[in-house]
């Protein structure tokens, strides 16, 4: 459908529009009193923040958007698996969902906000990588909390298991100043030191690349930023893991689509089920996990 066609139908006059944002790729642009700005391209959430707000997610000035390539920022979903496909050189890593046109569904005012659905379902060239049909729904809450929603159909005839994550990059004033709380006391794998198993003491600090796989937190996990003075919360619903990255300098200057410089405003906090608590979708079910992102100052 066009951008007319899709307004046609979809449109909230003074509420939400489609507009051509990045690479000329269609988005939902929700505007007042939160904003927030969704690609159909991945369903992919690039912006949000409330009424008063300063932008809450993080968006490299070096990503692309286009067809078939993934957004460097906001909120890119991984499913089927995450990280790189075991043995299957040329898998996209994290996934083909974040790379796939997603169909825009409905757009509806509710109490909390604007709500944005967006669909995929399996096809033959989806089943060519992954042999499983599904239907992914991700239903979008901008307000002055930012709700998401992914729910996963299996619409086959027999149980399949399947890795999912909420990828989110937030905005931080200085990543060396921020710390992560709510994780204290759990078990991670330490990707930077060779996967070792480790237990969190305390907050997380930033002093080099970090990136962890916390495994079973369903708690919420609260960025503490000192610099912009304000306290991200991201609790869930449905999600066994957490992933807490910064690339650091080295990291950062080897991904084409990171600036050099851009690691010390961003973080991830990731909403997740992978690796042990990857889920498992019984025929004909279906099964929720949702983040749920407020921001106060503090
Ligand atoms: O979630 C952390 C991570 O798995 C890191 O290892 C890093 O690869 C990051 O995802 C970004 O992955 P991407 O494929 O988007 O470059």
Not at 58 to 86: E, H, N, T
Not at 108 to 118: C, I, N
Not at 126 to 138: A, C, I, K, N
Not at 241 to 258: G, L, S, Y
Request: hydrophobic share 45%.
């Amino acid at each position: 459908m066009t951008i007319a066609e899709l307004n046609q139908k979809h449109a909230i006059p003074g509420a939400a529009e489609i507009v051509a944002a990045g690479g000329n790729l269609p988005a939902v642009r929700i505007s007042g009193p939160a904003h927030a700005l969704i690609y159909l391209h991945g369903a992919h959430v690039a912006q949000w923040h409330p009424a008063g707000a300063k932008e809450v997610l993080w968006m490299s000035g070096q990503s692309l958007f286009a067809d078939g390539k993934p957004i460097r920022g906001g909120v890119p979903i991984c499913y089927p698996w995450f990280g790189p496909l075991g043995g299957v050189a040329g898998a996209a890593t994290h996934g083909f969902v974040r790379n796939s046109a997603w169909e825009l569904e409905a757009i509806r005012k509710v109490s909390a906000g604007v709500e944005v659905v967006l669909k995929l379902a399996s096809d033959g060239a989806s089943r060519g990588v992954w042999p499983h049909d599904f239907v992914l729904r991700h239903r979008i809450t901008a307000g002055n909390e930012l709700s998401m929603a992914l729910e996963l159909a299996n619409t086959g005839h027999a149980p399949f298991k399947a890795e999912e994550a909420l990828h989110t990059y937030f905005t931080v004033g200085d990543i060396r100043q921020t710390r992560v709380q709510g994780l204290a006391g759990t078990h991670y794998i330490d990707k930077v030191d060779g996967k070792k198993e480790k237990t969190q003491a305390g907050d997380i600090d930033f002093t080099g690349e970090t990136d962890r796989v916390y495994f079973d937190t369903p708690a919420p996990a609260v960025i503490e930023d000192p610099v912009l003075r304000r306290r991200i919360t991201i609790s869930k619903e449905g999600s066994r893991d957490t992933v807490v990255w910064n690339p650091w300098i080295a990291k950062a200057k080897a991904m084409a689509d990171f600036g050099d410089d851009e690691w010390t405003g961003m973080v991830c906090v990731e909403t997740c089920n992978v690796a042990g608590n990857a889920v498992e979708v019984a025929a004909g079910s279906t099964v929720r996990m949702t983040a749920r992102i407020a921001v106060q100052n503090i």
